[in-house]
């Protein structure tokens, strides 16, 4: 994981502010906080937690790259994939956590090519950071298109037709931690040491988060082992479910790291998949940096096509990004300029996003549809519902 990058004055002092906050709850619930408690407020705290206070999160200054900033190639496949389903439903497209802005802004630079440009491009974006930097980044477009872009604070309330984008989102949704003692299930959290230092500890698992650790353990072909640590998001349901009452005719796009169920859980990933993000270096400990980092977790797709069922959405589609990136035409676009030096530096990003060791295979593609029946061009390529 390499060596720790070294805080700014600034960011020590944010971090301490985040951290003496987190030991007051902690205080208050008697010692010891569920992870998913001690994630969602490092993460979304108002004015204090990584998402919700300020600070460069994405691109070369930032913590982590997402596709979107790797090359525009990706959202150029997205936008694709958005036309063919404008053209069937009308309406517009919403963003969920937009990042810089990049994204959104070469979805609709390529949908006004392809003369199909929304009626709007709506943004529900929880940073402040970068909801600036969107607003930044966006008025440069074209005011035909500037004029379309929009920002909430809420998903919207009347019914919503077209397609809603969510990159990287469902992997910092707060997830919580498990491990497995003597057939039994224990829940991993958070507390303090005389030092003021956090430590992770355990706790008896209470009734629901037995019963679905069961149930994961239960389908699959061995039984999870002892010592075996993982994560679950019982967060999943209720955000596919809030977007599902928005949603009356279209589809939500979900893009993430993650796996099936039966992969997820597998033996050899008996430590589970939390992973944090600081100053481009990734490594496994939540407790430093607090406030200051990203911390997420691989999703578990299973339990998405699950909540989708749930709520009357159909799994159109699941495949891996390089899948959903060949199917959506990104040989076409390599291809596409004259000048040969920009041709072969498309094919070098391109590489990045389709090779199985970089982000062709760790990455997903989900569509879940409401009264859209018809094949998507960005699941065509490969099919991996199966897995599911």
Not at 92 to 110: F, H, K, P
Not at 154 to 164: D, E, S, T
Not at 294 to 323: M, N, P, S
Request: hydrophobic share 45%.
């Amino acid at each position: 994981m390499g060596i720790m990058t070294p805080l700014a004055p600034e960011e020590e002092q944010h971090s301490r502010t985040v951290a003496q906050m987190i030991r007051a709850r902690i205080a208050e619930a008697g010692g010891w906080l569920p992870f998913d408690a001690f994630m969602e407020l490092a993460l979304y705290a108002p004015g204090l937690g990584y998402y919700s206070a300020g600070g460069v999160k994405l691109g070369a200054g930032g913590d982590f790259t997402t596709a979107p900033e790797l090359s525009d190639l990706y959202s150029s496949c997205v936008a694709r994939q958005c036309a063919e389903i404008l053209t069937r439903t009308g309406g517009s497209i919403l963003e969920v956590g937009a990042g810089t802005g990049r994204m959104a802004g070469v979805i609709l630079q390529t949908l006004q090519s392809l003369g199909m440009t929304p009626e709007r491009y709506a943004i529900l974006e929880v940073s402040a950071d970068l909801r600036a930097r969107q607003q930044q980044r966006l008025s440069g477009l074209p005011q035909v298109l500037c004029e379309r872009v929009i920002w909430l604070d809420h998903l919207p309330q009347a019914p919503w037709r077209g397609v809603i984008l969510a990159n990287e989102v469902l992997d910092a949704l707060p997830c919580e931690r498990f491990v497995i003692r003597d057939e039994n299930v224990h829940a991993l959290g958070v507390s303090v040491a005389r030092t003021g230092r956090f430590f992770e500890s355990e706790w008896p698992a209470d009734a629901a988060l037995t019963s679905e650790v069961a149930a994961i353990s239960a389908a699959l072909l061995q039984p999870l082992p002892a010592g075996y640590r993982s994560e679950l998001c019982l967060r999943v349901g209720p955000w596919i479910a809030g977007v599902a009452q928005s949603l009356e005719r279209g589809a939500l796009l979900l893009f993430d790291y993650g796996l099936p169920r039966a992969h997820y859980y597998h033996p050899q990933r008996a430590s589970g998949t939390l992973l944090c993000h600081f100053k481009q270096r990734a490594h496994d400990d939540p407790y430093v940096n607090v406030g200051i980092q990203d911390i997420t977790a691989w999703v578990d797709f299973t339990r998405v096509a699950e909540a989708a069922d749930a709520v009357g959405l159909q799994v159109r589609g699941f495949t891996t990004q390089a899948g959903f990136l060949l199917g959506t035409g990104i040989e076409e676009l390599i291809g596409e300029p004259a000048d040969t030096v920009v041709r072969a530096r498309l094919a070098g990003e391109a590489r990045q996003l389709l090779m199985p060791d970089q982000m062709g295979e760790i990455f997903k593609a989900m569509a879940l549809t409401r009264d859209l029946d018809i094949p998507l061009a960005g699941f065509a390529v490969q099919d991996l519902r199966q897995q599911l």
